[in-house]
C-alpha cells in the first residue's frame, strides 16, 4: 500500500514538474533523442556483425561435417572389408 501511495505522489510531483518546466523538458529531449537513436544503431551494428560471424562459422561447420561424414564412411567400408578378410581367414 505505501508502494502505491508513494508511486502516486511520484507521478503527481513528475507531472507537475514537466508541466511547469515544459521547455526545458523539450530541452531534454530534444538532446536524448540524437543519443539513444545513435547508441541504438550502434548496438543494432553489433548485432548484425556478430550475426554474420554466427553464420560464417556455421557454413564452416557445415563443411566440415560433411567432410566427416565421407570420412566415416571410407572407414565403414574398410572395417566391413576387414571384417570379409578375417571371416575369409577363419575359414581356411
Given at each position: 500500500?505505501?508502494?502505491?501511495?508513494?508511486?502516486?505522489?511520484?507521478?503527481?510531483?513528475?507531472?507537475?514538474?514537466?508541466?511547469?518546466?515544459?521547455?526545458?523538458?523539450?530541452?531534454?529531449?530534444?538532446?536524448?533523442?540524437?543519443?539513444?537513436?545513435?547508441?541504438?544503431?550502434?548496438?543494432?551494428?553489433?548485432?548484425?556483425?556478430?550475426?554474420?560471424?554466427?553464420?560464417?562459422?556455421?557454413?564452416?561447420?557445415?563443411?566440415?561435417?560433411?567432410?566427416?561424414?565421407?570420412?566415416?564412411?571410407?572407414?565403414?567400408?574398410?572395417?566391413?572389408e576387414l571384417k570379409?578378410?578375417?571371416?575369409?581367414?577363419?575359414?581356411?
Amino acid at each position: 500500500m505505501k508502494t502505491l501511495i508513494g508511486g502516486a505522489i511520484a507521478a503527481i510531483l513528475g507531472l507537475i514538474g514537466i508541466v511547469a518546466w515544459f521547455p526545458q523538458f523539450l530541452t531534454v529531449v530534444a538532446g536524448t533523442i540524437p543519443i539513444m537513436l545513435l547508441l541504438g544503431g550502434a548496438l543494432a551494428i553489433y548485432l548484425g556483425v556478430d550475426e554474420l560471424k554466427d553464420s560464417w562459422s556455421n557454413e564452416e561447420t557445415a563443411e566440415t561435417e560433411a567432410e566427416t561424414t565421407e570420412e566415416v564412411e571410407k572407414y565403414r567400408q574398410e572395417i566391413s572389408e576387414l571384417k570379409d578378410e578375417i571371416e575369409s581367414l577363419k575359414k581356411e
